[in-house]
């Protein structure tokens, strides 16, 4: 099972956003293409492996599935993970961490799944090597997960490493960013076909326009990256890799505009998406502004508005009313003929904006539950 050519992956992305990752999994080459809560399976081999972990937007990593068994009780996982052939994947001087997850809430105590899936990890190794790897929670070279789900026990090795969810151009601070996954989970949400503008107007960290550029000229999201945990396996091919690497970059769109406009009331925060941008050599194809929103003229075509509002604590209770009353006016006013989608997490108050949307979605950004809301702008 281990050394077939193709592979069962599973690409894990935020509730809600599955079938973004499915669609962009179907793009890059996936195959037997499936959903569950909270990612997508699929198959693929080494090469799709690694392409889709430098291309896929909406996904926060991408595991190998090694097992999958019918879950009879811990007894039999220490055997289980003990007959999988850690030694052909990678080296027993690599650090190692195991994540479990588990849909089991009577499990008495679920760090028992580490516990017994590191003992039969180093137990192999011992055995057949006579070394053992360390563990690193902090920064270990082969994370291995194993995850309880409908009866299934799955033991996977993460082909990833840090989050895919770090693109490297976040260096500037911001109270409440977006996930980048996210951020391209929404703009997928929006259907944006990429010829239509997109705006921006309370932009923050720069989170959706940057990732909407990134996603315009077909640049691969992990383009900044130097290292993903593939990297660590004995199977790792370098020449495939940078194959890969070279093909992906041959397919960046050469142009020198967008229609993507970015702007927030506060020029710190567009001086820090500015700075985003520049690290990817997009700081002069977003169109920027300083303004506060209700005063921002968006130019007058067919378009999408795609913002995240301050919400809960950041929004004092007594000037809600007031804020949604501007969001709605501006809308009607400046917005005439766009699709307005608005990402909130102020379940309480966002009704205060008065407008029947047309359609909303359940997301959540990290562990906080938010909600994508449409509106359809009448001319
Ligand atoms: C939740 S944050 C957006 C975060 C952003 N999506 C990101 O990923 O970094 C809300 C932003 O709206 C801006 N903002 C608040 N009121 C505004 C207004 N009236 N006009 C324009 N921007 C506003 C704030 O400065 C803040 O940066």
Not at 67 to 73: L, N, T
Not at 146 to 169: P, Q, W
């Amino acid at each position: 099972m281990l050394y077939n050519l193709t592979m069962w992956l599973f690409a894990k992305s935020a509730f809600g956003t599955e079938k973004y990752t499915a669609f962009e999994l179907k793009y890059l080459g996936a195959k037997e293409i499936f959903t569950s809560p909270g990612g997508v399976y699929f198959r693929g081999n080494k090469a799709d492996m690694m392409r889709i972990n430098y291309k896929i937007r909406t996904a926060t990593r991408v595991l190998w599935i090694l097992d999958k068994f019918q879950w009879h009780g811990e007894k039999e996982l220490y055997g289980k993970v003990k007959d999988i052939q850690w030694e052909r994947l990678f080296l027993p001087k690599m650090s190692i961490v195991i994540h479990h997850d588990t849909d089991r809430k009577y499990l008495k105590d679920s760090r028992m799944l580490s516990l017994i899936t590191k003992d039969a990890v180093c137990d192999r190794f011992r055995e057949k090597k006579g070394l053992r790897p360390d563990i690193d929670k902090e920064k270990p070279d082969i994370r291995i997960f194993v995850t309880i789900n409908k009866n299934y026990c799955y033991i996977s090795l993460d082909t990833s490493g840090d989050s895919l969810n770090m693109r490297g151009y976040k260096t500037g601070y911001h109270p409440a960013p977006l996930r980048e996954t996210l951020a391209a989970s929404l703009i997928f949400a929006t259907g944006w076909n990429r010829r239509d503008v997109l705006v921006d107007p309370m932009c923050g960290s720069g989170t959706i326009p940057i990732e909407a550029a990134l996603y315009y000229f077909n640049i691969p999201p992990q383009i900044k990256r130097k290292h993903f945990s593939f990297m660590n396996f004995h199977s790792f091919d370098k020449e495939l890799w940078n194959d890969i690497r070279t093909e992906a970059v041959k397919q960046i769109m050469d142009s020198k505009k967008s229609p993507i406009f970015a702007g927030d009331i506060s020029a710190d925060f567009v001086d820090i998406t500015m700075e985003h941008a520049k690290s990817l050599d997009l700081e002069k194809k977003i169109k920027w502004h300083v303004a506060d929103f209700k005063d921002f003229k968006p130019p007058r075509s067919r378009g999408i508005l795609l913002m995240n509002p301050p919400y809960n604590k950041r929004l004092k209770q007594d000037k809600t009313k007031e804020f949604y009353g501007m969001i709605r006016d501006t809308l009607k006013i400046n917005y005439r003929g766009y699709r307005a989608f608005i990402l909130t997490g102020d379940m309480e108050n966002y009704r205060k904006i008065h407008l029947k949307p047309a359609s909303e979605i359940d997301l959540y950004n990290g562990p906080i539950q938010v909600k994508l809301l449409k509106y359809l702008i009448k001319h």
